[in-house]
Each structure stands twice: as structure tokens, then as C-alpha cells.
């Protein structure tokens, strides 16, 4: 009798397969053989899921983009406003191997960019941080200055998660939160949490 295989779940443990060996071995790394070789198994088990490497692309940024949007609306709302904040920037940055990973993931796409796939997938997570941080400052900055606000924790943001990419043994989880905390006291936000 043969076996029964949830193509849903399969498909996601290709996407994530296929995640680590962009992450490990950049964009050039990235093939249907060198990602079978990942699942143990054959070629024919990834093109049964994804034909070409446009389509395992594709299931990459699928994944990407459901993993933060699940993951957003997870984090749990602080006292306040500005906690909330805290928290969403802490999110933002990787803290675990596997978030690392992950990043180097987004990263490595980023030499794919002139794919149209893959600039709609930035643009489309670049709006949403952006949202995400003009709605968590609301009423905590002057109206005028809110896109400033935004700017300048985006570029916060992505500095440390280059840096936690590039020398994950040097940011700890402790640093990034002293970041956070120093980036939210220059605008003005310093009534942070006292428990780090």
C-alpha cells in the first residue's frame, strides 16, 4: 500500500529545506540537486513540488512572508504603547541559530532581486514593517515626525540584524536589547523596561 504523504506539510519541509541551503550556500548553491541532497531523497521529490527553481523561489518567499505575518501577530501586547514597541523591535531581530538563519535566508535573496517575484516579496515586507512600526508609534512621536521615527528604526533594525548575521557570536540577545534600548531612548521613549 503506498504511503499517504500530507503534500502541505511536505511542501513546507522542502521550502524550509530549501531556506537552510540558500542561507548556508547563497543564491549560486541553491539547486534542485544540492536541496534533494539536503532531503535525502531525489530530484524527482523536489520537482514533484516545485518544477524549476523560479517555483522552489517562489515557495522560499511563500514561506517567508507566511512565517512573519504568523509570527507578528503572535507577539503578545505590552502594558503600554512603548513596550509594545520594545517588543516588536526585539522580534525583529534574530536571536536563536535558527532566526539567524533565517535571515541569512532573506539576505541571500537580496542578490536575486531583479527576479520580479522576489522585489515584490521585498516591497511587500518593507510596507509591512513599515505599517507595523507607524501603527506601534502612534501617539508616542510628534505626527510630523513619524515618518523620521520610522526611518530611523528600520535602519536600526536592519544594522542589527546584519550584524547578528555576520557575527552571531558577538550580538547576543543582551546587546540587542541594549540597542533597542538605546534607539528608543533617542527618540525620546525612555521609559523601557527595567527587567534586562
Not at 538563519?101 to 532573506?106: A, I, N, P, Q, T
Not at 513599515?130 to 535602519?155: Q, T
Request: glycine share 4%; with cysteine.
Amino acid at each position: 500500500m503506498p504511503k499517504i504523504v500530507d503534500h502541505k506539510v511536505r511542501k513546507h519541509e522542502i521550502s524550509v529545506a530549501a531556506m537552510r541551503v540558500l542561507a548556508r550556500s547563497g543564491p549560486d548553491g541553491l539547486t534542485l540537486r544540492a536541496l534533494a541532497r539536503e532531503l535525502n531523497g531525489s530530484i524527482t521529490l523536489v520537482t514533484h513540488f516545485y518544477a524549476d527553481r523560479q517555483t522552489l523561489l517562489e515557495g522560499i518567499i511563500d514561506e517567508l512572508s507566511t512565517n512573519y505575518d504568523e509570527d507578528l501577530a503572535s507577539i503578545p501586547a505590552g502594558s503600554d504603547k512603548i513596550e509594545d514597541l520594545r517588543a516588536y523591535l526585539l522580534w525583529m531581530v534574530p536571536q536563536t541559530p535558527e532566526e539567524i538563519d533565517v535571515e541569512r535566508c532573506r539576505v541571500a535573496l537580496v542578490h536575486s532581486a531583479d527576479n520580479p517575484a522576489i522585489a515584490r516579496f521585498f516591497s511587500s515586507m518593507e510596507a509591512k514593517a513599515r505599517a507595523a512600526f507607524e501603527e506601534r508609534l502612534e501617539g508616542l512621536v510628534a505626527p510630523p515626525e513619524v515618518p523620521a521615527a520610522v526611518d530611523f528604526l528600520r535602519a536600526l533594525v536592519n544594522g542589527a540584524v546584519l550584524s547578528a548575521v555576520e557575527h552571531p557570536e558577538i550580538w547576543t540577545p543582551q546587546r540587542h536589547r541594549r540597542v533597542v534600548d538605546y534607539g528608543m531612548s533617542a527618540l525620546g521613549l525612555e521609559r523601557v523596561s527595567a527587567r534586562d
